[in-house]
């Protein structure tokens, strides 16, 4: 029932990933530093780990690093 | 209607010539190697006391943790690019050890009579290698604490489709950690263990149109060996045992990312979910949205909010009168039903190659957050802050 959620919204997701085609000369706004999926990849990792340690829930875009005894 | 056509297709000429000289059009595909550069943050992360009535014993300072990081991206070649991170840590405070029942039932919080000191040291090595439709990465780690050791293998692949447009990415990695808990004889801890963790992501990046890009995916991981926490106790059956969770966890973690400009104000719209399922029966829901304003002068500023709600580890309780019949007990707030909120605001000032960014964070946790409410109270939950300032510098 709950990994049934996962595809479900996987499923939404990729279905509104359809998209009208932007030409290379249109990506202007895109390539813009402000729309970087991680705008500061340092304060991305701290906050990853920070939120790895101190809660219950990690992971879901990438896979790196190893463990820590974190308390 | 043909010399409009030829007017159009020089103005498009143009523009992508224009583009392909600044790089901009570029920077959207994955097909690029990082540029040159030298960052380095130093953050003072701070747990705020626990309240005086969830306390009985134990020192009321919680952690502080003082963190540099360092990352050098170096290209070799025009193929391959190095990036190298370091990471540093100081620790030191006290931490939640066990939970007693109080007065009607309420939890009572027994934090580590002394003052914990440790720190910890990471090194990541990273080769990026471009492909002809993408790029490959390989990475090296190894995380370093007195108890506890990570050694970290990571492989990873981008496929960009013919116009760029969609980007797919696939990833996997192995941790081997080693655990070797200080003072195991005096405190009945484990003496030794080990942990091995293996994880895969598939992801895909979609340009939707002229301003919007969304990013989704999938990470599964895998953890087997010794997943309890060694300097954690808990109260069952009128004794206090050492914490102890099965020896293996299973995490889903679904993800999107949406990246919206409003060109109107010059700013980006970031919304960042991810659903959460582990078969440890915690189930999250995790949104984080901010704004990144860019103003005159080179100056940028970008306030987020993020929304954490998590439901609790089956063999959770913040204390058990009766022993669980599967033998598994925790009462690691961590694993805890509870919500979140953090807000955090970051500001950055460009000066040609130079970067400046200083940034701070307020997370607040409490069991009323939760989506589901409050089910039962539970001690040690934390409120912390966290202040980081650094630069980076592009060669």
Redesign the interface.
């Known amino acids: 029932m ?2 049934s ?2 595809i479900v ?2 499923l939404i ?2 279905t ?2 359809s ?14 530093p ?4 991680d ?5 991305a ?3 990853a780990h ?2 790895f340690s ?16 974190c ?1 | 209607m043909n010399k409009k056509n030829n007017i159009h297709a020089t103005v498009q000429s143009l523009l992508a010539s224009a583009l392909a000289l600044s790089g901009l059009g570029q920077k959207v595909a994955a097909q690029t190697l990082e540029d040159e550069q030298v960052n380095y943050r130093y953050s003072k992360y701070d747990e705020d006391a626990l309240p005086d009535g969830l306390v009985q014993s134990g020192d009321p300072a919680r952690y502080q943790i003082e963190t540099h990081q360092f990352r050098l991206v170096k290209s070799i070649g025009d193929r391959y690019s190095l990036t190298f991170n370091a990471v540093h840590e100081t620790m030191s405070g006290s931490s939640p050890w066990f939970v007693l029942p109080g007065a009607n039932g309420t939890p009572v919080q027994i934090l580590s009579g002394a003052t914990i000191e440790d720190k910890r040291d990471e090194f990541r090595g990273k080769l990026t290698r471009l492909a002809e439709n993408g790029k490959w990465s390989l990475e090296l780690g190894v995380s370093d604490e007195d108890d506890y050791q990570a050694k970290s293998l990571s492989l990873a692949r981008e496929i960009e489709n013919e116009d760029k447009s969609r980007t797919w990415a696939l990833s996997g990695s192995i941790s081997l950690d080693d655990i070797d808990p200080t003072d195991a004889l005096l405190f009945d801890r484990v003496e030794s263990a080990e942990k091995d963790s293996f994880s895969i992501y598939g992801g895909l990046t979609q340009v939707i149109n002229r301003d919007t890009l969304l990013q989704v995916g999938l990470n599964v991981s895998k953890h087997d060996g010794f997943l309890s926490d060694p300097y954690k106790r808990v109260f069952v059956e009128n004794t206090i045992r050492n914490d102890n969770r099965p020896g293996s966890r299973t995490q889903y973690a679904a993800s999107a990312r949406l990246r919206h400009y409003l060109n109107s104000v010059k700013a980006a719209l970031h919304v960042n979910y991810r659903y959460y399922l582990d078969d440890w029966s915690v189930e999250a829901h995790t949104l984080d949205i901010s704004w990144n304003q860019k103003l005159p002068s080179g100056w940028r500023l970008s306030p987020a909010i993020r929304y954490h709600s998590q439901e609790s580890a089956s063999f959770y309780s913040p204390f058990f009168t009766d022993s669980p019949a599967n033998g598994f007990y925790s009462s690691d707030y961590r694993l805890a039903t509870y919500g979140a909120l953090s807000y955090r605001i970051s500001v950055n000032k460009t000066i040609n190659d130079w970067d400046f960014i200083v940034s701070a964070e307020l997370y607040d946790s409490k069991e009323s957050l939760a989506i589901s409410g409050t089910q039962f109270q539970t001690s040690g939950l934390v409120d912390f802050s966290r202040f980081t300032a650094g630069f980076n510098y592009r060669f």
Do not use: H
């Open positions: 709950r990994s959620r996962i919204f996987l997701a990729l509104s990933a998209c009208a085609t932007v030409e290379p000369w249109e990506r202007g706004r895109l390539a813009q402000e729309m970087a999926l705008v500061d990849p340092l304060a990792e701290l906050e920070t939120y101190k809660e219950g829930a990690s992971g879901g875009t990438g896979t790196s690093g190893g463990g820590c005894g308390n």
